[in-house]
T-cell receptor
Framework: EPEVTQTPSHQVTQMGQEVILRCVPISNHLYFYWYRQILGQKVEFLVSFYNNEISEKSEIFDDQFSVERPDGSNFTLKIRSTKLEDSAMYFC?????????FGQGTRLTVV | QKEVEQNSGPLSVPEGAIASLNCTYSDRGSQSFFWYRQYSGKSPELIMSIYSNGDKEDGRFTAQLNKASQYVSLLIRDSQPSDSATYLCAVIISSFQKLVFGTGTRLLVSP
């Protein structure tokens, strides 16, 4: 069964460093998303991406964040100059139309 | 007003009972509604989608939608201890590419 895959599963980084979280969406899907879940809190929408451009973004998705689909299969989230409060699970999801399927997540720890 | 609201629980039910999970949403124009299950430390897993008023059944799960009341529910029949998880209500808000989650209801099924 096709699935969304994310790498790495766990990333530890120093405050102020840049991190890139990687995702391979399901191959025939058209819409791609990033979500964040701080420990014990709700799943928060960050950004959606369609037709090689951002279609929606939340207030959380500020200039510190960027997304890219560099090669037609990977979908990346870059966080520049990480802060302690960026520590969270980051989930990638993809959909063909409305039903979104999630990857297993990347746990980001900023120290 | 929160976009998607759920009671955080925990909702405790004995094994074999019916668990009833509820959700309200604020965007009257929403057309697509979903229930996800999230085990602790894992990613959200899609279990039901519903788009029209009324009931939709899939095995032990029944989703119910009432757009006039802006209300979505999930019934789990013959609850099992393995159903113990957090159940997330999600709604596509305003545009096609913003799927917003509620805080989730934690369900505990006791043997």
């Amino acid at each position: 069964e096709p699935e969304v895959t994310q790498t790495p599963s766990h990333q530890v980084t120093q405050m102020g460093q840049e991190v890139i979280l990687r995702c391979v969406p399901i191959s025939n899907h058209l819409y791609f998303y990033w979500y964040r879940q701080i420990l014990g809190q709700k799943v928060e929408f960050l950004v959606s991406f369609y037709n090689n451009e951002i279609s929606e973004k939340s207030e959380i998705f500020d200039d510190q964040f960027s997304v890219e689909r560099p090669d037609g299969s990977n979908f990346t989230l870059k966080i520049r100059s990480t802060k302690l409060e960026d520590s969270a699970m980051y989930f990638c999801a993809s959909s063909w139309n409305t039903e979104a399927f999630f990857g297993q997540g990347t746990r980001l720890t900023v120290v | 007003q929160k976009e998607v609201e759920q009671n955080s629980g925990p909702l405790s039910v004995p094994e074999g009972a019916i668990a009833s999970l509820n959700c309200t949403y604020s965007d009257r124009g929403s057309q697509s509604f979903f229930w996800y299950r999230q085990y602790s430390g894992k990613s959200p897993e899609l279990i039901m989608s519903i788009y029209s008023n009324g009931d939709k059944e899939d095995g032990r799960f029944t989703a119910q939608l009432n757009k006039a009341s802006q209300y979505v529910s999930l019934l789990i029949r013959d609850s099992q201890p393995s159903d113990s998880a957090t159940y997330l209500c999600a709604v596509i808000i305003s545009s096609f590419q913003k799927l917003v989650f509620g805080t989730g209801t934690r369900l505990l099924v006791s043997p």
